[in-house]
């Protein structure tokens, strides 16, 4: 396995940290990942470790503000700056993989941001794939902002403790008060208007020890793709790919991609 890092110049400048790794056999597909709310691009080793032995090249990204990227901590002007990162992004990696073909996995906020940028950029990607995301039925009330001075819960993340410690003693983690006019909230409002038009294939994955299941249910009953597939896993929670049945999660993810390649 081979792991590069890298940064490219994103929205107003702002240098945005990736990395990748690289499989030493022939490339089947990639996995561009977009990484959630407070976290960054590290923290996918059970993706990384799994599939890139299996021939996958995965690529990620430190959403500006996050990790090891430029940027106030956790904020921007505008929740479509992580989009035009994104597709910056895709650039670079679409350059060094011009006949392979490419699927997004957004995790959290990252999949609202996939979500976003599928509907822009539909044609460029062979699929779609959710974690820990969903969406709010049409008509509900928007998302509840916490209030001012809350931070994430650690324990919502996941069952196993060694992710909970590993994750509230990474530096690179922000686990300060989460700011009240994050973007994303009013971005959210966006998603149920946006996702009728995603027509590629999707697959939706999502803990059902939370909010998640439900919200990734809305997601699938709206999302306008024929090719979708929703997969919901009782009792585990928002991380999914870090929990300790992840590798039952690795496992159905493989087979989905296997059956799109």
């Given at each position: 396995?081979?792991?590069?890092?890298?940064?490219?110049?994103?929205?107003?400048?702002?240098?945005?940290?990736?990395?990748?790794?690289?499989?030493?056999?022939?490339?089947?597909?990639?996995?561009?990942?977009?990484?959630?709310?407070?976290?960054?691009?590290?923290?996918?080793?059970?993706?990384?470790?799994?599939?890139?032995?299996?021939?996958?090249?995965?690529?990620?990204?430190?959403?500006?503000?996050?990790?090891?990227?430029?940027?106030?901590?956790?904020?921007?002007?505008?929740?479509?700056?992580?989009?035009?990162?994104?597709?910056?992004?895709?650039?670079?990696?679409?350059?060094?993989?011009?006949?392979?073909?490419?699927?997004?996995?957004?995790?959290?906020?990252?999949?609202?941001?996939?979500?976003?940028?599928?509907?822009?950029?539909?044609?460029?990607?062979?699929?779609?794939?959710?974690?820990?995301?969903?969406?709010?039925?049409?008509?509900?009330?928007?998302?509840?902002?916490?209030?001012?001075?809350?931070?994430?819960?650690?324990?919502?993340?996941?069952?196993?403790?060694?992710?909970?410690?590993?994750?509230?003693?990474?530096?690179?983690?922000?686990?300060?008060?989460?700011?009240?006019?994050?973007?994303?909230?009013?971005?959210?409002?966006?998603?149920?208007?946006?996702?009728?038009?995603?027509?590629?294939?999707?697959?939706?994955?999502?803990?059902?020890?939370?909010?998640?299941?439900?919200?990734?249910?809305?997601?699938?009953?709206?999302?306008?793709?024929?090719?979708?597939?929703?997969?919901?896993?009782?009792?585990?929670?928002?991380?999914i790919f870090n929990e300790p049945e992840y590798p039952i999660v690795m496992a159905d993810l493989?087979?989905?991609?296997?059956?799109?390649?």
């Open positions: 396995m081979q792991h590069e890092e890298s940064s490219f110049k994103g929205l107003k400048g702002l240098n945005i940290y990736y990395q990748k790794w690289l499989p030493s056999a022939k490339f089947k597909a990639v996995l561009l990942i977009s990484h959630g709310f407070a976290e960054h691009s590290s923290r996918y080793a059970n993706v990384v470790n799994h599939f890139v032995p299996k021939g996958y090249a995965v690529y990620a990204l430190d959403h500006r503000g996050h990790g090891r990227s430029d940027g106030e901590r956790v904020r921007t002007e505008s929740f479509y700056d992580y989009v035009d990162d994104l597709k910056t992004f895709f650039n670079i990696v679409r350059q060094e993989m011009p006949d392979n073909k490419i699927y997004l996995v957004g995790h959290s906020m990252g999949s609202m941001i996939a979500l976003l940028y599928t509907a822009k950029y539909q044609q460029e990607l062979a699929g779609l794939v959710t974690s820990g995301g969903g969406m709010a039925r049409p008509g509900d009330p928007p998302m509840p902002r916490r209030p001012a001075g809350d931070s994430l819960p650690s324990a919502m993340l996941s069952r196993d403790p060694s992710v909970i410690e590993a994750y509230e003693n990474d530096p690179l983690v922000y686990r300060g008060p989460i700011p009240t006019d994050l973007a994303l909230f009013s971005a959210a409002s966006e998603i149920p208007e946006i996702v009728p038009r995603i027509t590629i294939p999707v697959l939706i994955m999502a803990g059902n020890g939370g909010p998640d299941g439900a919200r990734s249910q809305i997601l699938y009953e709206y999302i306008g793709s024929g090719d979708k597939t929703l997969k919901l896993y009782e009792e585990l929670l928002h991380e493989e087979q989905w991609l296997v059956a799109h390649l």
